[in-house]
């Protein structure tokens, strides 16, 4: 199984409410990866998980919060977001090797709009 | 710090005729290139990668990139385009140490002309 698979595909939320994205792989790789992408933009990096420990975060607002339940799943929290965070929201997954040859593998993005 | 440039944020090109998408990139040390591709509103695809095992690497749907030291470029080229070619590409490096990112270029769209 070489896919990343990520619900829901398309989310309207308002401002107030509360909601979740979740990604699952059963590659066996040990990082896994949040990206928020504008329209004809490149991914931008959010957080990177290194065996279920969070190892990156890139200055992200508190409003999105990552778990990382075990090694096979990722979830991001969502909670107060503005306008402005409507995007394509990508979870990527990747072996955690010494060097830079971690091909990532990326899921089809939830399309959120925020209300 | 890494870093690649895409020259070109729109290229097209008859059916039939040579993609040729540029790549140049910037690191202190060996990287570790790809080429992703992303249709819309779908995730990013790989298409092929460079490992240093060898300069022209062939990837996946007849596209192919050669990377050469010297120019520092890593360009990614087809013989002869296709309409379902049509999308966003995006180069990206990794470096050889401990931080594991890619590091992305702005993006390529490339266009399909009948």
């Known amino acids: 199984d070489t896919e990343v698979t990520q619900t829901p595909k398309h989310l309207v939320m308002g401002m107030t409410n509360k909601k979740s994205l979740k990604c699952e792989q059963h590659m066996g790789h040990r990082a896994m990866y949040w990206y928020k992408q504008k329209a004809k933009k490149p991914p931008e990096l959010m957080f990177v998980?290194?065996?279920?420990?969070?190892?990156i975060n890139e200055s992200v607002p508190s409003r999105f919060s990552p778990e990382c339940p075990n090694s096979s799943l990722l979830n991001l929290h969502l909670h107060a977001l503005q306008p402005e965070d409507s995007a394509l929201y990508l979870c990527?997954?990747?072996?955690?090797?010494?060097?830079?040859?971690?091909?990532?593998?990326f899921g089809p993005g939830t399309r959120l709009t925020v209300l | 710090a890494q870093s690649v440039t895409q020259l070109g944020s729109h290229v097209s090109v008859s059916e039939g005729a040579l993609v040729l998408l540029r790549c140049n990139y910037s690191?202190?040390?060996?990287?570790?290139l790809f080429w992703y591709v992303q249709y819309p509103n779908q995730g990013l695809q790989l298409l092929l990668k460079?490992?240093?095992?060898?300069?022209l690497v062939k990837g996946i749907n007849g596209f192919e990139a050669e990377f050469k030291k010297s120019e520092t470029s890593f360009h990614l080229t087809k013989p002869s385009a296709h309409m379902s070619d049509a999308a966003e590409y995006f180069c990206?490096?990794?470096?050889?140490?401990?931080?594991?990112?890619?590091?992305f270029g702005s993006g390529t769209q490339l266009t399909v002309l009948p």
């Open positions: 690191s202190s040390v060996p990287p570790y």
């Open positions: 460079y490992t240093s095992a060898a300069t």
């Open positions: 990527a997954s990747s072996h955690w090797t010494s060097g830079g040859n971690n091909e990532q593998f």
């Open positions: 998980y290194s065996y279920e420990k969070l190892s």
């Open positions: 990206a490096v990794s470096d050889q140490g401990s931080a594991r990112q890619l590091t």
